[in-house]
Nanobody, 114 residues
Framework: QVQLVESGGALVRTGGSLRLSCAAS????????MGWYRQAPGNQRELVAA???????NYADSVKGRFTISRDNAKNTVYLQMNSLKPEDTAVYYC????????WGQGTQVTVSS
């Protein structure tokens, strides 16, 4: 089992940048595929970016070229660098860990003002 704690959410202006962090504990971090999801009011939770245990990445079309997911296995942490933020990026961002089961963090709010 793994516990996840997100941080880094904030209020930023259009065009700004943020870096989200997700610290994991309780298990062997390196074996987990990690992902960032987001959920805006009235919308379903959607995948933003994912990184496999081997470091392969994939992104939602809406964030390609703007967001970068990375992981530091020595620090048990996954990051989401978000650049050129848009109002439509406003959502609660959730960290996910997957290995046989899904584990979720509590979420961190990102608000992009126009």
């Amino acid at each position: 089992q793994v516990q996840l704690v997100e941080s880094g959410g904030a209020l930023v202006r259009t065009g700004g940048s943020l870096r989200l962090s997700c610290a994991a504990s309780g298990s062997i971090f390196s074996i987990y595929a990690m992902g960032w999801y987001r959920q805006a009011p009235g919308n379903q939770r959607e995948l933003v970016a994912a990184i496999s245990s081997g470091g392969s990445t994939n992104y939602a079309d809406s964030v390609k070229g703007r967001f970068t997911i990375s992981r530091d296995n020595a620090k048990n942490t996954v990051y989401l660098q978000m650049n050129s933020l848009k109002p439509e990026d406003t959502a609660v961002y959730y960290c996910n860990a997957r290995f046989k089961y899904d584990y979720w963090g509590q979420g961190t709010q990102v608000t992009v003002s126009s």
